[in-house]
């Protein structure tokens, strides 16, 4: 069996069911397990990843006006792997090569009927049931309801914790300018921490707001976690990050995380991300979380 995956969150999914020796092919950006790193990219981006979250954005609108994708799918070298199995998304052509380009590929030029598996979650429960449909296709089911039980275990273990009658206002960034506040999952992610939900709303796009908007609540824990940013691409907009938010009349804490390990990648480490969240909206009751994911997290007194 012959698997691609054309986005991060799948390698990590099919990593997690225990097929990593399966898969000939990745794209760009799937860079954990560090084992993958190796494997062929299929995929390119046509926008520079290392210019500011301001001209980032502005390239990826000017170039959505004209192509209906910002990244490149190299289909002579997929017709050379010859997969069994292809997995993409069909839910944001921000976030990886968009289906269209997969199934026009597969219909031009793959000789063999290759199958594509297209995830598209905008719940946590869409996460959990992507990773047992990949495992119900790939014939490995009890893998997936393995983690299925994981996770059951993991999000009950932090809500046996929670304090009653303690919702600390939780916002979360997800890109720096224009300021997007996560979106889809994250809101149940929050509510399962037991926190306040600023802004977003369940299964819904990241919504965009402004400065004055910012201005009219008094968040207590603000998370930064910039899409595909690691902890050195945030700290080098961190005085973009100061001008975007306003002077609040009480300081909430402020956390930056690896936003390209974190949160955003809707695969098996989500629960990391649920800790990282449980830490940093109660690091009284979820030190170990603290210690565990230190290398992913820059505490308030650090920034």
């Known amino acids: 069996m012959r698997i691609v995956t054309l986005l991060p969150s799948a390698t990590e999914i099919i990593s997690r069911l225990g097929l990593e ?18 494997l062929p990219k299929l995929t390119s981006s046509s926008i520079n990843t290392n210019l500011s979250s301001t ?24 017709k050379s792997l010859q ?7 069909d839910l944001c052509d921000v976030c990886a090569v968009s289906f269209e380009q997969v199934e026009q590929a597969c219909q031009e030029v793959l000789a063999t009927d290759a199958r594509i598996i297209s995830l598209k979650p905008k719940l946590l429960g869409d996460i959990w049931d992507d990773v ?9 089911s009890e893998k997936g309801r393995e983690f299925r039980e994981e996770v059951e275990s993991r999000i009950k273990a932090v809500q046996t914790r ?16 224009p300021i997007y506040i996560g979106g889809m999952w994250l809101p149940e992610m929050i509510n399962i921490v037991g926190g306040e939900v600023c802004f977003a709303k369940s299964g819904q796009p990241a919504p965009v707001v402004k400065k004055d908007d ?10 930064v976690k910039p899409c595909g940013y690691k902890l050195e691409q945030t700290l080098k907009e961190l005085e973009l990050l100061r001008q975007q938010l306003p002077d ?18 809707p695969g098996p480490r989500i629960l990391d991300s649920l800790e990282i ?11 170990e979380f603290g210690e565990q994911y230190k290398e992913g997290i820059i505490e308030p007194g650090n920034i």
Request: charged letters at 20%; a negative charge; aromatic letters at 8%.
């Open 248 to 265: 609040w009349k009480n300081p909430p804490r402020i956390y930056l995380v690896d936003g390209n390990s974190y949160f955003n990648r």
């Open 21 to 38: 020796k399966n898969l000939v092919g990745v794209s760009h950006e799937c860079d954990f397990p560090e084992s993958m790193t190796s």
């Open 277 to 287: 969240l449980a830490y940093c909206t109660h690091p009284d009751l979820f030190p």
């Open 55 to 78: 001209n980032i954005h502005q390239s990826v609108m000017e170039l959505m006006k004209r192509v209906v994708s910002v990244y490149d799918l190299d289909v002579e070298l997929l």
């Open 83 to 89: 997969p069994d199995f292809i997995i993409t998304q």
């Open 214 to 223: 910012l201005t009219e609540i008094e968040p207590d824990v603000v998370v």
């Open 162 to 177: 929670m304090e009653k009658g303690i919702a600390p206002k939780v916002l979360t960034i997800e890109w720096i300018d």
């Open 132 to 140: 047992q449909n990949v495992a119900d296709q790939l014939s490995v």
